[in-house]
């Protein structure tokens, strides 16, 4: 996936995007456990541990499921030729 991601960069702005897609996937990583801990501390009382796991188990299950549809949808887009706003903000800069 960070290959999809970064294909669609251009070279003289790889370093950035390099850095903000790693502190996306590190905030993304830190807020999906705050997320699903949360998700399964508040289900645990009323359901039991037991209960309260399958469906944190079935949440993630379905989560990963729709971010693999999603990555599978990048990738098959065609990148070349579109004119990104990170494009767009760099020649404004530049001029």
Do not use: N, Y
């Amino acid at each position: 996936m960070p290959g999809t991601v970064m294909a669609a960069v251009p070279d003289r702005a790889a370093g950035l995007a390099g850095g903000l897609f790693t502190t996306a996937q590190q905030a993304s990583l830190g807020l999906g456990v705050a997320t699903v801990g949360g998700l399964f501390g508040s289900l645990a009382p009323p359901l039991g541990w037991e209960h309260a796991f399958a469906v944190t188990l079935a949440v993630q299950a379905l989560t990963t499921a729709l971010f693999g549809l999603l990555a599978r949808r990048l990738r098959a887009e065609d990148h070349t030729g579109t004119t990104t706003t990170l494009d767009t903000a760099i020649s404004t800069e530049k001029a």
